[in-house]
């Protein structure tokens, strides 16, 4: 639940007028609420409470500094999948033993920084980047806590986009595999097994396919254990859904019911790996109307907010409920809500119904904390909104809005065309 409501008519964030934060700082803007993701990260913090665990905030849902400082200082963890979003976990004061490290793709330069770094582990998705981790660490004369990223073949039934858990799925090992990688990772001299991981998508709405796939991940603790190789962290990934629509998620408490007696009789550290679930609805996009138009008897509102700023309805289409700043009573329409951007596939609604807006009036996009700025851009050369994190009565601008001076940061003309 988040702490975006309506007192009289006007949406508040926490005990701030919506409005008088989008007069002050402008639109398009990110607000954060820092009581709802204090919230969403103790429910996960409590859940897990009674079992040794680890929260591990997964810094792409939202990397800014101050939403990370906030988290840290809760305790959290982080999982990052490149160098980028461990200097920013490091720069926020995460603890690097509390770092974990997926992606397919990690560099030779950021396994290197990772090492000297000294995260908890990095989660390994191939035999290949396993031999690179091996032979890296054995030039800098230290060993890699690892964890093999193992694919279970689980369904998360969610959007293709954000389903990782299947065999087709770039993602970590096939777990059919697994023992054979895990007794390979056993002979590396530069290497340490600390872990399983496992990750099998996002948005996921049920418990069951985390179930599914931790008995999976089980019997191959097993299987290991019976040669030797002991596992200390289960790392179940994320990917807990969130209410963007009627959808209903489960509260990390069902999650935690349904894992906790599963590995209550093994000594392990869960590891957690929530994004969505923490930031998703701390967060919202406020935007302005800018024109009201018709195409036959098709009607669009076009706002100051494009698929630069939140690209989710566009790449999956995500829904996201669209709310007045200020209720007002006003006649229905039905209508698409779309930015500014030269794409047909700038749009935040299709076919939504809404009051009709009139120009300037101010809209709030629900749900926008993860995956929101975090996936922005400055296609068509717009600059990137701005954020603020509320808390209680007071509000901070946590990221300044972009200049088209930072549009041009580090081009260079050529000498041939000066
Ligand atoms: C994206 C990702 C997460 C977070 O997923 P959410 O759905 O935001 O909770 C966790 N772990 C890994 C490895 C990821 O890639």
Known sequence: MHDFIYKNSELYAEEVPVREIAEKVGTPLYIYSHKTLLKHYNAFDEAFDGYPHIICFALKANSNLALLKLLAREGSGSDVVSGG??????????????????????????????????????????????????????????KAPIALRVNPDISASTHPYISTGLKKHKFGIPINKALEYYSLAS??????????????GSQITKVSPFVEALKKVLVLAQDLKSQGIEIKYLDIGGGLGISYDEEVAPHPKSLA?????????????????????????????ITKVLYLKKHLKKEFVIVDA?????????????????????RKNRPKVIADVVGPICESGDFFAKGRKMGRPRHDELLAIMSAGAYGFSMSSNYNSRTRAAEVLVKG??????????TYKDLIKGEKIPAFLK
């Open 85 to 142: 979003e461990l200097f920013l976990a490091l720069k926020a004061g995460i603890p690097a033993k509390k770092i974990v490290y997926a992606g397919v793709g990690k560099t030779k330069e950021e396994i290197i920084y990772a090492l000297k770094s000294r995260i908890l582990m990095f989660n390994v998705e191939s035999p290949d980047e396993l031999m690179t981790i091996d032979k890296i660490a054995g030039e800098l004369g230290v």
């Open 306 to 326: 494009g698929m630069n700023d939140l690209i989710r309805p566009s790449l999956y289409e995500a829904y996201h409920h669209i709310l007045p700043v200020t």
């Open 187 to 200: 002979k590396l001299n530069n290497v340490k097994i600390l872990g399983i991981h496992k990750h099998i």
């Open 257 to 285: 019911r349904a894992i906790i007696p599963l590995v209550s009789s093994h000594n392990f550290t869960l590891i957690i790996e929530p994004g969505r679930s923490i930031a998703g609805n701390a967060g919202i996009l």
């Open 393 to 402: 009565k007071d509000f901070s601008v946590i990221r300044e809005r972009e």
